[in-house]
């Protein structure tokens, strides 16, 4: 993976970059362990489950870690379901995380 | 008092265990048909472990004693069983008792699950008594099994925790009770306070000092157990122990008393006795003359007898040494009782005569100082006639009483003494007179009386104190002490008193041994010579031992003396202190049970209405807003309680005064509008922005009074704030006067008097409709004082009121002087504003820094000042608009202002509350710049400083990068990989990092490193475990303040506004938001770390 693979998936790489001291090894290495991620399985999980609970607090985690490494295609969904989820707000989750696997899967090939 | 008590109630859960183990050993165990035989003797196994007073000497060459050997013993002569002791502990013995290895074993109270498997005979062998024990400086817990409510109760696992348990249901008792393996832990539990009642066997106390009985609240049997393999020993000690209770019935209660009657002796004084000892320091004695060995007036008019020796020795052995014990002696038994009752002496002694006749003269008799027999007096032969008539002595009630009760139908001749008694027996008046035992013997030898003969009655006659009836606290204790001494100890000393009973005169003697006298004058003469040389020497010899020995007494009179006083001192001020938190308890207690009431009644409510999903909804809701509230008292009573202890201490940081005013706006803001109130924000004359003081604490102060001027004005109302500061005598020091003034419902003035002492509140919360806790003010007060500073309320009811708060400042480092900035000289500016102070106090900083400011309270006029400074180029070179102004807000009047000013001249919004929302629309209608109420001279230099030099948002404009090198940052963060960027932030900024992965560790973290290890720590609010409110409350609470008062922010993805409030409130220094931004990341903690 690249940069310009990132750029190329919509990330804010100068944004991450910026978080990382502007090194791109470390910045690279992080988005890199990104990939062994579990949060995403546990949030499908929870909701296909219906445990609103549970995947807010996956959501949670999750919007974090991709926020700070500034993977904006899937920080922004994720920050759409975390805060329907703190609410439990009547939406379609499972919609919604669809979206968010699809994205996912095409950032695991990158 | 002994320490070591039984020990099978320690093993009754092992026990449980082994009879399990014991139902496989019975398989494998059948009855052994030879033991089955009838021998004369045979010979018993039984298991003997050590236990003090019960079983004592369990090794082969030990004497036995205790009160299970004598029972083994009492048993032996009706079963002729022969003893083979078997030595080991209890667990032990329980299991080989199980496993049939021995026969008998001592001291197993009845558990229905055991009985399967082990034998136990129809009659205990003894009983053992449960007390409930209390901490002597616990004054809400008493003898009134309802104060045990909401009480924690220590109690051993065991047949006691039984007994406590039905106890407790029995008289509707919720208590916590806390059961413990063995009696180490219990006390210690206890000790520590960690229990406010201890269940204890016996008195309970085991001669803790600081312990007091309560009340006894049940008692257990424990049985000498056969092993269940031997029916035929259970049926002989069956049939034993029938035999036994037939015989000698008070066998079981004669053991008992000479074994645990000391158990009483325990200094646990019970409430009664406290009393007592606590309303006294003398001790009236009265007692009755003539009557040795038990009282008398010597020749020199001093009292002499048992007495003199009795009473002190039981005060003595109470420990209550500094008793002023003083005597009057009576001739009359009647006239001595009179006296009880008049209130003129507080004992009398000797007493006695029987409980029907005490009861008749309105007077408790303590137990038996001397039990003694009575002896019939008489002359000649005992017939059945001899006890036809009595010779009584009209002085001494208790003999009328003793022959009245046990010789109802004799007749009753009154003598004036127990002499003329006698003497009316030896002239035949009467056929008989009685005699004390211990008094007879030595009266009799008197030679007048040779001819009277004694004889000896079945019934004993005791001798007691005599106090008032309903002088318990007295009663009590002389029925410990006469216990303490024992039985004995009177009698043993009789001897000392009853020479005298005896005028054994020459003659008498010459004229019983008229033979003898001769030869013993001669020996006689030679022994006294023979003695006076020899005594002359011995004299000279005890002269100087005897001043030795009085010296030392001295000395040790002197160390007593001193260790009394220092003990009463103590004494005086614990009673003081404790008075002091009855009252406090008093009044706390309503205070607690009205969120309590609503608590236990919604949630009983709740559960009623389990189905409808809305209704238990608003239960919930009014559950939490109790809890929240009952919270909020208990927070309330540990700071003022921090605060009496003197545990309160001020913390004083550099502080940035506008921080603290806008984070208190930020924090009442939603409670001000969602009650519509207005809230004017502003300062006056503000210099020094950057001062010392514990901000925490300042933040307390004023929360607390903006809280209370929202809570007590109705919507609609208007509150108002104002920070001044005001000219300061001294130098480095800053005068600010904090006003706070509402126009809600007011206060009387008599309530205003009280209204900073604890537990005030104008009406009770059910008549005013608003709840408290009535701490608040007086925290407030005593936070004010500790600063030195001062706090007065003016109020009015009906009208509103207002507090003035006075704290005098240490400025910090930088002051911002006045300055004027050569940009702005002669400057223009307008202000608009509907409220006249803000206008004021902007124009006021707008003059100090060279501008020429103008101001105005409308929108509308604003435009129109503006058209016409155009009109006559004279234009405003900065405008500083309130975004809410009644006639037209601040965006259309900016708007408008925009249509014939320039793009570049500056319009600052001031606003009180956040203008995220507003923001873009007010970019579009031309606002430069916001600025938050109320303005402080810093800010307005700030924002003017920015259109002026750069019209750019210089908010990306980098402080030049500071080295942290040497400070070290605690991480709280649960992920992995924001740990990772954090650290590489931290330490590319010189940071060393230590990283905690939830807020539990955090915690042991700041408590295993050093003082001042850390510099600040960057909290996570969202962890497993415990979050980073909770980790930030208990590191806030550790015992070492440096520690406790680390700098901590809020690292969090929820950047709300509530949040950053809900951080504060719990005691955060700051607030980030994640994803991180990393020069707000370094500016706050540039700001935080010194």
Redo the contacts between chains.
């Keep these: 993976m690249t940069l310009d693979d990132l750029i190329a998936f919509g990330a804010n790489v100068d944004e991450g970059l910026g978080r990382c001291m502007n090194n791109e090894g470390f910045y690279l290495r992080l988005v890199e362990s990104l990939k062994g991620e579990k949060g995403f399985e546990s949030l499908k999980a929870a909701i296909d489950a219906g445990d609103l609970d549970a995947a807010f607090e996956a959501a949670h985690a999750l919007k974090g870690v991709l926020g700070n490494l500034a993977i904006t295609p899937l920080f922004e969904p994720m920050s759409e379901i975390t805060e329907l989820l703190r609410v439990k707000e009547d939406a379609d989750y499972p919609a919604l995380v669809d979206a968010i696997m699809l994205k996912w899967n095409e950032f695991l090939a990158l | 008092m002994t320490v070591g008590r039984k020990a099978t109630w320690t093993f009754f859960m092992l026990g449980v265990l082994f009879a399990l183990l014991g139902a496989v050993a019975l398989v494998a165990t059948s009855p052994d048909a030879a033991w089955a035989d009838e021998n004369d003797s045979k010979t018993v196994r039984v298991g003997y472990y050590e236990n003090e007073v019960f079983q004592e000497g369990a090794r082969d060459d030990a004497v036995k004693a205790g009160y299970a050997y004598e029972y083994y013993r009492k048993l032996a002569e009706y079963t002729g069983w022969e003893y083979e002791y078997v030595y080991d502990d209890f667990s032990t013995l329980y299991q080989k008792l199980l496993d049939g290895d021995i026969d008998l074993l001592a001291g197993l109270a009845f558990k229905e699950d055991r009985a399967a498997f082990i034998g136990y005979p129809s009659a205990p062998m003894g009983n053992e008594t449960y007390t409930l024990v209390k901490h002597d400086t616990d004054a809400e817990t008493t003898i009134n099994p309802d104060s045990l409510n909401g009480k924690k109760i220590g109690v051993l696992n065991s047949a006691i925790a039984d007994a406590l348990n039905r106890y407790l249901n029995g008289q509707q008792i919720a208590a916590e009770v806390i059961t413990f393996d063995d009696y180490e832990e219990l006390f210690a539990a206890f000790d520590s306070g960690d229990l406010d009642v201890m269940a204890a066997e016996g008195d309970g106390a085991y001669g803790r000092n600081h312990a007091e009985v309560l009340f006894a609240f049940g008692s257990s049997d424990y049985y000498l157990c056969t092993t269940i393999s031997r029916p035929d020993l259970l049926a002989e000690l069956n049939s034993a122990q029938t035999q036994l209770s037939i015989e000698e019935p008070n066998f079981v209660s004669s053991l008992r008393t000479k074994y645990y009657s000391s158990s009483i002796s325990s200094r646990a004084f019970s409430v009664d006795e406290r009393e007592w000892i606590n309303t006294h320091d003398t001790l009236r004695v009265g007692y009755l003359e003539n009557y040795l060995p038990y009282s008398d007036t010597d020749a020199s008019g001093h009292v002499t007898g048992l007495v003199k020796d009795v009473v002190p020795a039981i005060f003595n052995n109470l420990g209550i040494s500094n008793l002023n014990i003083t005597y009057s002696g009576y001739k009359s038994y009647d006239e001595m009782i009179a006296d009880v009752r008049a209130d003129v002496i507080d004992v009398a002694f000797p007493v006695g005569g029987g409980l029907y006749y005490s009861e008749e003269n309105g007077i408790y008799q303590s137990n038996a100082v001397v039990s003694a027999s009575t002896e019939l007096v008489f002359k000649g032969e005992f017939t059945e006639n001899t006890t036809s008539s009595f010779a009584v002595n009209e002085n001494n009630r208790m003999q009328y009483y003793y022959i009245r009760t046990n010789f109802p139908d004799a007749e009753i001749a009154f003598y004036p003494s127990i002499d003329d008694c006698l003497h009316a027996v030896l002239d035949g008046k009467v056929s008989c007179t009685t005699l004390n035992g211990l008094r007879a013997n030595d009266i009799l030898k008197n030679r007048a009386y040779k001819e009277l003969s004694m004889r000896q009655t079945t019934r004993d006659d005791e001798r007691c104190f005599g106090v008032e009836i309903g002088n318990m606290g007295l009663l009590k204790l002389l029925n410990r002490g006469v216990n303490v001494i024992g039985a004995d100890y009177a009698q043993g000393l009789s001897y000392r008193y009853t020479e005298g009973l005896r005028s054994y005169s020459l003659i008498d003697m010459i004229l019983d041994n008229m033979a003898t006298v001769g030869t013993i004058l001669f020996a006689l003469a030679a022994l006294v010579i023979i003695f006076l040389i020899h005594e002359a020497r011995r004299r000279d010899r005890l002269v100087v031992e005897k001043e030795a020995a009085l010296e030392e007494l001295e000395a040790k009179n002197q160390e007593l003396a001193k260790g009394e006083k220092a003990l009463s001192d103590a004494l005086v001020a614990a009673e003081h202190a404790n008075r002091a938190k009855t009252t406090f308890l008093n009044n706390m207690s309503h205070d607690i049970r009205t969120p309590m009431n609503a608590i236990v009644g919604f949630t009983a409510l709740a559960a009623s209405h389990i189905d409808n999903e809305e209704q238990v909804k608003d239960y919930l809701g009014k559950i939490a807003v109790s809890s929240e509230h009952l919270l909020s008292l208990i927070n309330d009573v540990l700071d003022m309680s921090r605060i009496e202890s003197g545990k309160m201490t001020l913390e004083e940081t550099d502080v940035h005064l506008p921080d603290v005013v806008h984070d208190l706006r930020t924090i009442i803001q939603s409670n001000v509008t969602s009650k519509q109130l207005e809230l004017f924000i502003d300062t006056q004359d503000v210099v020094h922005e950057d001062i010392i003081i514990d901000k925490l604490r300042l933040n307390q102060v004023l929360l607390n009074l903006l809280s209370n001027a929202i809570k007590f004005t109705p919507s609609g109302g208007t509150i108002s704030f104002r920070v001044i500061e005001k000219p300061s005598s001294s130098e480095g020091v800053a005068n600010f006067e904090f006003q706070i003034k509402d126009n809600g419902i007011g206060m009387s003035e008599e309530f205003q008097k009280t209204i900073f002492e604890a537990f005030t509140r104008e009406q009770t919360s059910t008549v005013s409709g608003i709840q408290g806790t009535g701490l608040g003010m007086a925290i407030t007060k005593n936070i004010v004082d500790m600063m030195g500073g001062t706090i007065t309320v003016v109020s009015e009811e009906g009208k509103g009121s207002e507090f003035t708060v006075d704290i005098p400042c240490k400025i910090s480092g930088k002051s911002a002087k006045p300055e004027r900035v050569p940009e702005f000289d002669g400057l223009r500016a307008l202000v608009a504003d509907d409220d006249t102070h803000t206008c004021l106090s902007v124009c006021s900083m707008l003059r100090e820094i060279g501008m020429r400011p103008v101001w105005t309270n409308y929108g509308k006029e604003a435009v129109i000042r503006a058209k016409e400074a155009v009109d006559q180029a004279d234009e405003f070179n900065v405008y500083i608009i309130d975004w809410l102004m009644p006639d037209q807000n601040g965006i259309e009047t900016v708007r408008q202002i925009r249509k014939f000013i320039g793009d570049s001249t500056p319009i600052i919004i001031l606003t009180a509350y956040d203008w995220a929302d507003i923001e873009q629309e007010a970019r579009e209608a031309g606002v430069t710049a916001f600025c938050s109420k109320p303005l402080f001279m810093s800010e307005l230099r700030d924002v003017l400083a920015k259109p002026f030099t750069s019209s750019v948002d210089d908010s990306d404009q980098s402080v030049t990068p500071r080295d942290f090198s040497g400070k070290r940052v605690l991480l709280v963060e649960?992920?992995e990989?924001?740990q990772?960027?954090a650290e590489?932030?931290l330490k590319?900024s010189g940071f060393e990092v230590e990283i905690a992965s939830d807020g539990v560790e955090a915690i042991e973290t700041m408590k295993a490193a050093p003082a001042g290890h850390f510099d600040i720590i960057l909290m996570d609010i969202?962890m497993p475990r415990m979050d980073g409110y909770e980790a930030t409350r208990q590191i806030r609470s550790l015992e070492d303040a440096e520690k406790a008062n680390i700098p901590i922010v809020a690292v969090t993805?929820?950047a709300f506004e509530e949040d950053a409030n809900l951080a504060l409130s719990v005691g955060m220094n700051g607030h980030l938001a994640?994803?991180?931004d990393?020069p707000k990341i370094l500016e706050t903690l540039n700001e935080l770390i010194p």
């Design positions: 649960d992920n990989m924001n990772m960027i590489m932030v590319d969202q993805a929820n994640k994803p991180y990393i």
